[in-house]
């Protein structure tokens, strides 16, 4: 996939009398994604805000506009880069409120197929937007940092895929937290955990498997709806009575916090972070994959009770590679 490959579409909506309506769309909308556009855009009562929602497996990115009149601007894509997109979406809004002609958006849009990249001038400044060499920065070894050895709690709740509550007031900070957070633990596919922004629990009902950003303080009080939940304001992380044997620590968890620590510490660049904590992750699972006494038909190693048993690990240890097996579908109960 090509870095126009991730685009999909981008739209206009305007709001006129506390009502939104779909001025523009280009090259097209699905059903479902103007339903989301429609319902979200300027829901929160805040008019110059930069958001981000998930409608299946696309995230929309939406960025709302004060001037002449009010809109936003709508980008649907195909990966999760709130920072990349941000940049088109300023890009994009500034021009339209200053000739509030769509069909200049269009060139603009269509520059990114032809040369890669986009750009405006206005008031002296230049503004660009370089998809083709964009290069992701999500500030992981900060995030790391900053929860110390508890970032092993975050770990691993999306190594079990656990459930996972983040909040914070701002939703700037918020989608740059949930940016740092969906490059934690590499293994893991971002499409299949990461529900960036919302507001009620409505969109995580049936899921056993998520990481759920929201500036929704009264979410917080329902414990049901997380196993983790992360204040991001204060840096507090509170695990759910009912997820705390699951999340019960062990010395494997103390060394790969350590590890993580280290890691944030260090001089490597982001790219070889991710790399490090990669082969970390690959390396447990190696670990879980040697105690297996059973290989199936399709050459998958599985692991049973007894094979965990066998090794007299610690409780706490055993209940967590038991916990691994289950994520990772090898346990066989």
Same mark, same amino acid.
């Given at each position: 996939?090509?870095?126009?490959?991730?685009?999909?579409?981008?739209?206009?909506?305007?709001?006129?009398?506390?009502?939104?309506?779909?001025?523009?769309?280009?090259?097209?909308?699905?059903?479902?994604?103007?339903?989301?556009?429609?319902?979200?855009?300027?829901?929160?009562?805040?008019?110059?805000?930069?958001f981000?929602?998930?409608?299946?497996?696309?995230?929309?990115?939406?960025?709302?506009?004060?001037?002449?009149?009010?809109?936003?601007?709508?980008?649907?894509?195909?990966?999760?880069?709130?920072?990349?997109?941000?940049?088109l979406?300023?890009?994009?809004?500034?021009?339209y409120?200053?000739?509030?002609?769509?069909?200049?958006?269009?060139?603009?849009?269509?520059?990114?197929?032809?040369?890669?990249?986009?750009?405006?001038?206005?008031?002296?400044?230049?503004?660009?937007?370089?998809?083709?060499?964009?290069?992701?920065v999500?500030? @992981? &070894?900060?995030? =790391?940092?900053? *929860? $110390?050895?508890?970032i092993? %709690? +975050?770990? /691993?709740?999306? #190594? @079990? &895929?656990?459930? =996972?509550?983040? *909040? $914070?007031?701002?939703?700037? %900070? +918020?989608? /740059?937290?949930? #940016?740092?957070?969906?490059?934690?633990?590499?293994?893991?596919?971002?499409?299949?955990? +990461?529900?960036?922004?919302?507001?009620?629990?409505?969109?995580?009902?049936?899921?056993?498997?998520?990481?759920?950003?929201?500036?929704?303080?009264?979410?917080i009080?329902?414990?049901?709806?997380?196993?983790?939940?992360?204040?991001?304001?204060?840096?507090e992380?509170?695990?759910?009575?009912?997820?705390?044997?699951?999340?019960?620590?062990?010395?494997?968890?103390?060394?790969?916090?350590?590890?993580?620590?280290?890691?944030?510490?260090?001089?490597?660049?982001?790219?070889?972070?991710?790399q490090?904590?990669?082969?970390?992750?690959?390396?447990?699972?190696?670990?879980?994959?040697?105690?297996?006494?059973?290989?199936?038909?399709?050459?998958?190693?599985?692991?049973?009770?007894?094979?965990?048993?066998?090794?007299?690990?610690?409780?706490?240890l055993?209940?967590?590679?038991f916990?691994?097996?289950?994520?990772?579908?090898?346990?066989?109960?």
């Amino acid at each position: 996939m090509t870095y126009i490959d991730k685009l999909i579409s981008f739209h206009i909506v305007e709001n006129e009398n506390r009502k939104n309506f779909l001025s523009w769309t280009y090259p097209t909308i699905t059903v479902d994604h103007e339903k989301y556009i429609l319902s979200n855009c300027f829901a929160r009562g805040v008019q110059n805000e930069y958001f981000c929602g998930r409608v299946q497996n696309n995230w929309i990115y939406i960025s709302q506009f004060v001037s002449s009149k009010t809109f936003a601007i709508v980008i649907a894509a195909k990966e999760f880069e709130p920072n990349k997109y941000r940049q088109l979406c300023d890009i994009l809004g500034k021009k339209y409120a200053k000739s509030q002609n769509p069909v200049d958006l269009v060139t603009l849009y269509l520059n990114l197929f032809t040369s890669g990249s986009c750009s405006l001038q206005e008031n002296g400044a230049s503004f660009v937007c370089n998809f083709k060499n964009y290069e992701s920065v999500a500030n @992981l &070894k900060e995030f =790391i940092a900053s *929860f $110390d050895l508890e970032i092993i %709690l +975050l770990y /691993s709740a999306i #190594l @079990l &895929k656990r459930r =996972i509550l983040l *909040f $914070d007031n701002n939703m700037e %900070l +918020l989608l /740059s937290e949930l #940016l740092a957070i969906s490059n934690l633990v590499p293994l893991r596919k971002v499409a299949d955990y +990461l529900y960036p922004v919302i507001e009620s629990s409505n969109k995580l009902k049936g899921l056993s498997f998520y990481v759920a950003g929201t500036t929704n303080s009264d979410l917080i009080r329902d414990e049901h709806l997380y196993d983790l939940f992360v204040n991001l304001r204060t840096r507090e992380i509170t695990v759910s009575p009912k997820a705390e044997e699951i999340m019960a620590m062990t010395k494997t968890h103390k060394d790969i916090a350590t590890f993580l620590v280290k890691l944030s510490a260090s001089d490597l660049p982001e790219t070889q972070v991710k790399q490090q904590i990669l082969q970390k992750t690959k390396e447990l699972l190696s670990l879980l994959k040697s105690l297996a006494s059973v290989t199936t038909d399709n050459h998958v190693k599985m692991v049973t009770m007894n094979d965990l048993r066998a090794k007299k690990y610690h409780p706490n240890l055993e209940n967590f590679l038991f916990n691994l097996a289950v994520s990772e579908n090898m346990m066989i109960l």
